[in-house]
């Protein structure tokens, strides 16, 4: 079946730091790939998408490149802030509407 | 505002009671979800739904079960809570091969 793997945490990075958090995946066809946000208590929030080989989704200066050669979808960001403390999800949407996630990696940013 | 309502936002529970968890979308998305957070686990399916009238297991099904009587609707009920269903519940619903949208979840506590 599907699966998602992605890099344990927490990690902590001063502000201005790059961040990069990896994520590969296993599947069975072309499936759509995400990375979801999650802040102290709330639900997730998309953060960005791709769902074709070489896509680069981007939002609020994160960014991703769904790599098939290397079945990654890795996460980066050029200069984080104390905002994006927050747990990221790495997904996938396969056949039949189902969703699968990684473990989720919680990111401190520290000033 | 358009999107996921859960209820209630939090539950403490007494072991063996019943219990259901609600959750409303106004998206029209046929597809629903419900997975449960667990620290070091990520988020895990328990059950889901492709359309009104039809539901399916997913990963950690045992002691839940769900009904989808229409579109919108999509409960989650423990017929005899016990303590290892102590977690935080999030609903889910998807519209097709694009992003799913999250309610802000349950926490519930069973003791």
């Known amino acids: 079946g599907n699966s998602v793997t992605q890099m344990e945490g927490p990690v902590t990075l001063s502000e201005e730091a790059f961040l990069t958090i990896n994520c590969t995946y296993t599947?069975?066809?072309?499936?759509?790939l995400f990375w979801y946000v999650q802040y102290p208590g709330e639900g997730l929030q998309l953060l960005l998408k791709a769902t074709k080989a070489d896509d680069k989704g981007s939002n609020k200066g994160f960014e991703a490149t769904y790599r098939k050669e290397t079945t990654s979808f890795h996460l980066e960001k050029g200069s984080v802030q104390v905002s994006d403390s927050a747990v990221y999800f790495c997904a996938l949407s396969g056949g039949g509407n189902k969703l699968t996630f990684g473990t989720g990696t919680q990111l401190k940013v520290e000033l | 505002i358009a999107g996921i309502t859960q209820a209630p936002t939090s539950q403490i529970l007494a072991a063996g009671r019943r219990m259901t968890l609600r959750c409303t979308q106004d998206m029209r998305h046929n597809a629903m979800y419900w997975y449960r957070q667990d620290l070091g686990l990520g988020l895990r399916l328990i059950h889901y739904s492709n359309t009104a009238g039809t539901t399916g297991k997913g990963e950690v099904p045992d002691g839940y079960s769900v009904s989808r009587a229409n579109t919108d609707d999509f409960p989650l009920t423990l017929a005899s809570a016990v303590p290892s269903q102590t977690s935080v519940y999030f609903c889910?619903?998807?519209?097709?091969?694009?992003?799913?949208?999250f309610g802000q979840g349950t926490r519930l506590t069973v003791v």
């Open positions: 599947a069975t066809g072309y499936p759509s």
């Open positions: 889910a619903s998807k519209g097709g091969p694009t992003e799913a949208f």
